[in-house]
């Protein structure tokens, strides 16, 4: 049974090894295109760059979602003027923030309190069903968000705070 067990961890690993953990998720021809990254140790999703992250058909076609079910965290960098179409639909997000405000999102005395979340100053468009079905329970809008598409926060039982 122990042979067996080794034989299971070892494919496990294998099989995420080759899985990728960083892409493109904007215009590939923009000069500073939209990318992600997934830290497997962290759970954490950056998505860094300048302008819009590219809209998804529908949830299961984000280049990230093979990690979606460990995704806990997601960050956004400054220059991400748009969240896509489904981009973290059914993800159990807990905390999404501004790049600037990585080095804030674990709390120095270890609690369980939430973590505030907030979406960077420069985001100007949130696609629809984007952050549906999270477990954010508080968010922060930016001053600069001129749009949000429909259902883009649908199903967010856990949401209790939401400031603009």
């Known amino acids: 049974m122990t042979c067996l067990s080794a034989i299971l961890v070892v494919s496990t690993s294998f099989a995420a090894a080759g899985t990728p953990t960083k892409g493109n998720c904007g215009d590939a021809d923009a000069p500073e295109a939209v990318k992600w990254e997934f830290d497997i140790n962290t759970g954490t999703l950056t998505i860094t760059g300048t302008g819009a992250m ?22 956004i960098g400054e220059g991400v003027t748009r969240i896509g179409n489904y981009a973290f639909q059914d993800f159990p997000l807990t905390s999404i923030q501004a790049q600037k405000a990585e080095a804030a999102q ?59």
């Not at 529908?58 to 995704?71: C, E, F, K, N």
């Open 54 to 75: 590219l809209d998804f058909d529908q949830a299961g076609y984000q280049p990230w979602y093979v990690w979606g079910d460990d995704i806990t965290t997601v960050i």
């Open 106 to 164: 674990t709390r120095a005395d270890g609690g369980s309190e939430p973590i505030a979340s907030a979406l960077p100053e420069g985001l100007t468009s949130i696609g629809k069903y984007a952050l549906s079905n999270t477990q954010l329970n508080n968010l922060t809008l930016p001053s600069t968000l001129q749009r949000i598409d429909k259902f883009a926060l649908f199903s967010n039982t856990q949401l209790t705070t939401l400031t603009f």
